[in-house]
């Protein structure tokens, strides 16, 4: 599933497509997945922001679209197959791609997520200057949950998903599987540091196109932080940095990709 780089490089690339363009039409045939977007035929396109893993589409007359990728959705300059949606701009149209049929779409009141009780739930945003030490760790410190399924629950970052968790314990030298609460303020700190590093070093690369290449930037270019993945995707390979062999386990229901020895419990 995208994660927040990926949202995010998704957001930045739509920006000079869509930002002050007028949709004059919205067309797909799944009414029950992309609701109410008729709504939005005739808006012009005012601004567009991330939330978490969410894109959400400022329109004008108070409206907003939010889009959630879901596994294999984006958004292309050009129709595929497995496209969903057509926005047809003044100049143009553009294209959500989405094989697998997980992407969400909604137009609503701008701020009224009543159908989307996810989106109301979401924690503090990661990269964001509000995001504070001092809250993080007291986050932590309340949760018996291991590390890695906290992670993943979005209410300690949103927008943080299965590889970048994973990237991320990894460089903080702290095993997925520790409890929240018995994390060290000293480890807090390197963990809260990592997550950090890690997501804006994967936004400023584009994000991670997999070997299935699902996630591609509108213009169908890959992303580029695979290449410096630790951890993800790599059992049975040596850690770079001790050289002991990649462990791969389920946790939280997610395969969980760690060290042994540098992250040790």
Not at 118 to 134: D, W
């Amino acid at each position: 599933m995208p994660e927040l780089p990926e949202v995010e490089t998704t957001r930045r690339r739509l920006l000079p497509l869509l930002l002050g363009r007028r949709l004059l039409e919205v067309r797909h045939q799944d009414p029950g997945r992309y609701r109410h977007t008729e709504r939005a035929q005739g808006r012009r396109v005012e601004g567009i922001g991330r939330r978490g893993k969410f894109l959400l589409l400022g329109l004008s007359e108070g409206l907003e679209m939010v889009v959630h990728l879901g596994m294999t959705g984006g958004f292309r300059l050009e129709a595929t197959p497995h496209t969903r949606v057509v926005f047809r701009l003044e100049e143009g149209s553009l294209y959500f791609h989405d094989p697998r049929r997980f992407g969400r779409i909604w137009v609503v009141e701008k701020g009224a997520y009543g159908e989307i009780p996810l989106l109301s739930r979401l924690g503090p945003e990661p990269l964001s200057e509000a995001y504070t030490f001092p809250e993080f760790l007291a986050r932590l410190r309340k949760s018996g949950k291991p590390l890695k399924a906290l992670l993943l629950d979005q209410t300690l970052a949103a927008g943080v998903g299965n590889i970048y968790a994973d990237e991320a314990l990894f460089r903080a030298r702290l095993s997925p599987f520790r409890r929240g609460r018995e994390v060290s303020p000293e480890e807090a700190q390197r963990l809260f540091q990592a997550l950090r590093e890690v997501l804006a070093e994967a936004v400023a690369l584009g994000g991670s196109t997999l070997s299935d290449r699902t996630y591609q930037q509108p213009d169908g270019l890959p992303g580029g932080y695979q290449e410096r993945h630790a951890v993800y995707g790599r059992a049975g390979l040596p850690c770079p940095r001790c050289g002991h062999a990649i462990r791969r386990q389920v946790l939280a229901g997610r395969g969980t990709h760690f060290c042994p020895r540098c992250q040790a419990p």
